[in-house]
């Protein structure tokens, strides 16, 4: 059984240049979250996404966006790059059924801007 | 009033001891409350997680005590082992009704040292 896989790994831009991340979510799982942590920092919760649609949104600017795909897989895309987005990025998906809130993470993409 | 707080900011601990890290939260709405796990380089791995309708839920080593009077709740680990050399984060968030569900608030993190 797949768990949540990310990629790239790894990745390293410029200032004010756009970046595309992209998840899977765990098979079985229809929600896919993202979040951001930063060094030394707790997650962030960037938004969410269910049946496509943005669902959920946390305090972050709309250079930030997202995509969902019909096979719940899903991108998230940061434009106008800056010093401050260097993070790792993780992705966390779940099931929308049965009250809870069980979200599985996946290893994240370390993002670099420079 | 979504803030989640978490204390120790680092903890030493032997061999055998016994693990305890602490977090406190302001939002009554919150009603779902996991420990994870991360260690460099992945992304947190759930360890155990509560609802607010019980007080103590324990699994393996690891048990989570919850106070809702006092919007507390705090993780232990029995027997810790070098193994458990991690940061730890605790996270709360709303999973029942139609709002505010599904976002994860999560503490700073706690980075566990257990000595040989």
């Known amino acids: 059984d797949a768990g949540v896989t990310q990629s790239p790994t790894h990745l390293i831009k410029t200032r004010g240049q756009q970046v595309t991340l992209r998840c899977s979510p765990k098979?079985?799982?229809?929600?896919v979250s993202w979040y951001q942590q930063a060094l030394g920092q707790g997650p962030q919760f960037i938004f969410q996404y269910y049946e496509e649609e943005e669902r959920q949104r946390g305090n972050f600017p709309d250079r930030f966006s997202g995509h969902q795909f019909p096979n719940y897989s899903s991108e998230l895309n940061v434009n106008a790059l800056l010093l401050g987005d260097s993070a790792l990025y993780l992705c966390?998906?779940?099931?929308?059924?049965?009250?809870?809130?069980?979200?599985?993470f996946g290893p994240g993409t370390r993002l670099t801007v420079l | 009033q979504q803030q989640v707080k978490q204390s120790p900011q680092s903890l030493i601990v032997q061999k055998g001891g016994i693990s305890i890290i602490n977090c406190a939260y302001e939002?009554?709405?919150?009603?779902?409350f996991p420990w994870y796990q991360q260690f460099p380089g992945k992304g947190p791995a759930l360890l155990i997680a509560?609802?607010?309708?019980?007080s103590e839920k324990k699994e393996g080593r690891f048990t989570i005590s919850f106070n809702k009077s006092a919007k507390q709740f705090s993780l232990h680990i029995m027997d810790s082992q070098p193994g458990d050399s991690a940061t730890y984060f605790c996270a709360a968030s709303r999973v029942t009704g139609s709002s505010n569900t599904g976002k994860l608030i999560f503490g700073q993190g706690t980075t566990l040292q257990v000595k040989p």
């Open positions: 509560i609802r607010p309708d019980v």
């Open positions: 966390a998906s779940s099931l929308e059924r049965g009250n809870t809130d069980t979200q599985y």
């Open positions: 098979s079985g799982h229809d929600t």
């Open positions: 939002n009554t709405a919150f009603d779902y």
